[in-house]
């Protein structure tokens, strides 16, 4: 369920609302969103096939069509400042993606996910996705193009939201993450079990910046004594990657939880490394 690439070429679909549902903090297979939205080979999945796996999932795909870029544009940045993703069907109705993030201006950068190929975050400028969005109907009379925006708006409660800005996109495009963004959805999980959600009403709490500070040599030194093979630089990098994600989805550790932020990310630190380089008998077990 992390960011990767689609297997074959009719499964766009249902990875653009996986990928929309991910902004929303809700992690769905899209073999699990295929199986509902009645995905085929031959013909993939239209709108109304994605709005039934949607609703399945407690989530709302509205269709708002304009006939001009500049409304359309209006109409995705207000979605977007709502941190509302919005799937769009492009290359001339042929390929589905997911728009997290735009700036303003014709200028403007957007960050999508486009599954079609690593690496599945990427950039466009408002020409690339107004190009790529507009759908020309060769039997219409005026040849005015046609934008289909479709908001995903979820029924379930948020507990976070992704903030996906350009510089995260860059972050993520780099081809040393490709593996931090497969497994994208397993480090969300297992820190939103660690850290909670920054509220308004949220006080005395530690950033994972200040938690770093504090505790990352005394936990890389650890990991790194007791189990011998796995270098420092390897941990740090893994806590780094839970950093980018604590602070992409607004994550704070209360300082009443510190303790056993310590112990579980210790844990998760250690059965990483076991997992890679596996484990060599000791005390006599």
Known sequence: MGLYPQPNKWTCGPFALKHALIMLGAFVDEVKIARMAGTHWWSGTDEIKLAKAARAFDAEMKLIRRREAEPARKLLLGYLKKNRPCIVCVDQWNHWITVVNGERGNHG??????????????????????????????????????????????????????????????????????????????????????????????????????????????????????????????IRKLLDNMKFVIDTYGLIIPRDREKRAITSIAILLSLWAAGKYGVEEFYGG
Not at 172 to 180: G, H
Not at 203 to 230: C, Q, T
Request: net charge positive.
């Open 109 to 234: 950068r957007y960050v999508i996910i486009d599954s079609k190929a690593a690496p599945v975050v990427n950039i466009l400028t408002w020409p690339q996705l107004r190009r790529r969005w507009g759908y020309i109907d060769k039997d219409s009379e005026d040849g005015r193009p046609i934008f289909d925006l479709h908001p995903i708006l979820p029924r379930f409660r948020v507990r976070t939201k992704a903030a996906f800005s350009v510089q995260r996109a860059k972050y993520l495009r780099r081809s040393e993450n490709e593996d931090f963004a497969f497994y994208w959805d397993e480090y969300v999980a297992d820190l939103l079990t660690i850290c909670k959600p920054r509220t308004a009403r949220s006080y005395d709490v530690i950033s994972m910046g200040e938690f770093l500070r504090r505790y990352e040599e005394m936990l890389v030194d650890l990991v790194a004594y007791w189990h011998g093979k796995v270098t420092k630089r390897e």
